[in-house]
């Protein structure tokens, strides 16, 4: 299968809107890069002694709104093109929940299976140290993505108040641990938001969720909290993929006990009453919802057609492309986008950002209703504008966002 790249996907699905908005060219060349993007090569001494040279990146796509924000990732597999694509898409992730943000994303060529704990903070600090020139609070804000972690905040934040005169600033990363200036409800944020929109969607469809069936692919910090939630409000998750395998039941499985299964095997392969599933055999379950929580381009023109489900939702960066989003459409299956859907972490991690500037924290409760607001607002908004443009969920999500980025550049004057 040749390789699918993510920026020319970012771009199509911005040209895509941008016709049907008619939009400024100037705009439009503007948002079809990255403003500032910064390839950075940095020595991490390793347990055994030896030196050895990481690579990692960090984009920033575009900061009329506000400051850049958005994740750091670490997979063997990050590339520039990579983290451009998902600098583009925080940008339009944040102008659909109207967050004072522009879009920004990093990461590190590794494997952090392969490094011990004090190599991680190591390399962590090394990476933080090489990109700090471009971050700040009030300039470009991290925060967790694939295989990062509040720990890893924290350590990045310490390496922060090194350079700016050891003055501790938590407002530079966002996802901290809740002792070094973290948020109540962050790290399950992604997951309730998940939630949240695929109950909006399941109302649109008539689906009760009561009873309904779900698969995810991937059970990280996002797939696993989603899982959860959703088989609080009485979904049956069916099937759960990882990285190393899936596990099946038609019956139902408890998400709740296969994270701690997990924690105990390392894996979620034997967990008891489930039999093996592999991707594809997920994707073509006969399930109402579909949820893939694991990397980009997962549903392709190759698997999209043998989809069943009557709701996909989005809750990865970039999933589906564009030829798949076409069959989905096509086959009238609803997709709610990964710029609306997983947008819930991004949101806490908006409201951490302010928490901290006010030095002023707020209860978990007042977290998850102000969450809960933003995004029922957000998939009200969007979703009247697919019915009202006859778009799909996703051309009315980068429509409504491109809208607003476009207002605020043409009225500071840029095009
Ligand atoms: N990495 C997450 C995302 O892709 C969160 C970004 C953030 O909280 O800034 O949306």
């Known amino acids: 299968m040749p390789e699918i790249n993510p920026l020319a996907i970012a771009q199509q699905q911005l040209d895509m809107a941008a016709e049907k908005l008619n939009l400024d060219p100037g ?90 704990q004090s190599e991680l903070e190591r390399l962590s600090r090394a990476y933080f140290a090489a990109i700090s020139s471009i971050i700040g609070p009030d300039k470009d804000i991290p925060a967790p993505d694939v295989n ?23 407002g530079v990363v966002t996802g901290k641990p809740i002792i ?34 779900a698969a995810i692919q991937g059970f990280g910090n996002v797939g696993g909290a989603t899982a959860r939630l959703l088989a609080k409000e009485g979904v049956k998750i069916v099937a759960i993929m990882e990285i190393d395998g899936g596990i099946y039941n038609p019956d139902g499985i408890n998400p709740e006990d296969v994270l701690e299964y997990r924690k105990k095997a390392g894996t979620i392969n034997g967990y008891p009453g489930c039999r093996e599933i592999g991707n594809e055999e997920l994707f073509a379950l006969g399930c109402d919802i579909l949820v893939p929580a694991a990397m980009e381009n997962q549903i392709t023109k ?74 029922v607002e957000a998939f009200e908004r969007i979703y009247q504008m697919s019915q009202d443009y006859q778009v799909n969920m996703r051309v009315a999500a980068y429509m409504a966002s491109i809208s607003r980025v476009a207002e605020a550049i043409k009225v500071r004057g840029w095009a």
């Open 27 to 116: 705009v439009h060349a503007i948002l079809r890069e990255p403003m500032r993007t910064l390839e950075v090569n940095f020595p991490v001494k390793m347990d055994d002694g030896t030196v050895k040279v990481f690579k990692g990146y960090r984009a920033q796509h575009n900061d009329a709104i506000g400051p850049a924000k958005g994740g750091i990732r670490f997979h063997q597999s990050v590339n520039m093109d990579e983290v451009k694509a998902l600098s583009m898409w925080m940008t339009f992730k944040c102008g659909v929940l109207g967050l004072p943000y522009g879009g920004g994303k990093g990461g590190v060529v590794v494997d952090p299976r392969t490094l011990s």
């Open 148 to 170: 990062t972690n509040p720990q890893i905040m924290a350590w990045m934040m310490d390496e922060y108040s090194k350079y700016s005169g050891g003055v501790c600033h938590p």
């Open 180 to 213: 070094a200036g973290g948020s109540l409800g962050r790290s399950e944020a992604t997951g309730r938001g998940c939630v949240i929109i695929i109950r909006e969607a399941a109302k649109r469809l008539g689906l009760s969720l009561k009873g309904a069936t």
């Open 302 to 375: 190759e698997n999209a057609g043998q989809i069943k489900a009557k709701l996909v939702a989005e809750a990865a960066n970039g999933p589906t492309t564009p030829e798949a989003d076409e069959i989905l459409s096509k086959n009238g299956i609803m997709l709610t986008p990964d710029i609306l859907t997983n947008a819930g972490g991004v949101t806490v991690s908006y409201f951490e950002w302010v928490q901290n500037f006010m030095n002023y924290y707020w209860t978990e409760e007042e977290v998850n209703s102000r969450l809960e607001q933003k995004m």
